[in-house]
């Protein structure tokens, strides 16, 4: 047999199904058969029956997507309003307390010290200490928002040092660390003892890098707010404090 008939005879069969399936719509679909061979009555139940599977499909996977986005509002809900989020929160606004509802300016006047970081950072430490006196009798709960603050305290000062443009951060920072348990010693055998032990504590933090020595009314002064401030800090409700955090600070004079 000649090759070209070999080859007519072989495509022979795809050609005849090409021809069918365009003449014969009901290959590509059979619906389309099973329709042909169902009544006007039977076709319209098949097809309602099938729109109402349909409708009912979307209707689960809309009701499934609602459930899962409820789920997920839900579980970050639980996450934002647990326990230790509250205490986070509420260390947080503590230390916005510190930064953001002092009046530096008084500070700077009564001890005389210039408008510098390092300035800042003593002014801030010493509210930050007093909050620390004041956390340290709430247990667990006072335990964990004292580690807070003191991060949150560190996290901010080393932010400004980087603002500074200093390039040698991690010797500034350890320096700064070494200064603030140094102080924090001090101010904690002060507020425990005699005013004499408080003021050398102030005295030696807040008066000895400026050239206010004779100042000892100013010193008094400090001395004052200081007890004055813890005293405040003590009446502060425990619910308020662990649970929203934002306290005021009395005026300095």
């Excluded at 209707?59 to 205490?87: C, V, W, Y």
């Amino acid at each position: 047999m000649a090759a070209w008939k070999m080859t007519y005879l072989r495509h022979v069969p795809l050609q005849v199904f090409r021809y069918q399936l365009h003449r014969c719509p009901s290959i590509r679909n059979p619906l389309l058969t099973l329709s042909a061979n169902l009544g006007p009555r039977a076709l319209s139940t098949s097809y309602t029956t099938q729109a109402k599977e349909t409708a009912a499909a979307a209707a689960q996977n809309e009701q499934d997507s609602k459930e899962h986005k409820i789920g997920k509002f839900l579980t970050k809900l639980m996450k934002r309003f647990s326990p230790n989020r509250i205490l986070q929160r509420s260390a947080l606004n503590l230390y916005h307390s510190c930064v953001e509802n002092i009046n530096y300016e008084d500070f700077y006047e009564v001890c005389e010290l210039p408008k510098t970081f390092q300035s800042w950072f003593l002014i801030n430490q010493l509210h930050v200490w007093m909050c620390l006196v004041r956390l340290k009798q709430e247990g667990e709960d006072g335990k964990y928002v004292y580690q807070q603050l003191v991060t949150f305290f560190w996290e901010d000062v080393e932010t400004r040092i980087t603002a500074l443009g200093v390039t040698s951060t991690a010797m500034q920072l350890r320096e700064l660390l070494k200064e603030f348990y140094g102080m924090i010693f001090a101010y904690d055998e002060g507020i425990m003892s005699h005013d004499r032990i408080l003021a050398a504590a102030l005295w030696r933090n807040l008066f000895s890098h400026t050239s206010a020595r004779h100042h000892v009314v100013n010193l008094s002064i400090l001395v004052e707010y200081v007890r004055k401030q813890t005293k405040f800090l003590e009446n502060i409700e425990t619910e308020h404090l662990l649970k929203n955090g934002r306290i005021e600070w009395l005026a300095l004079q």
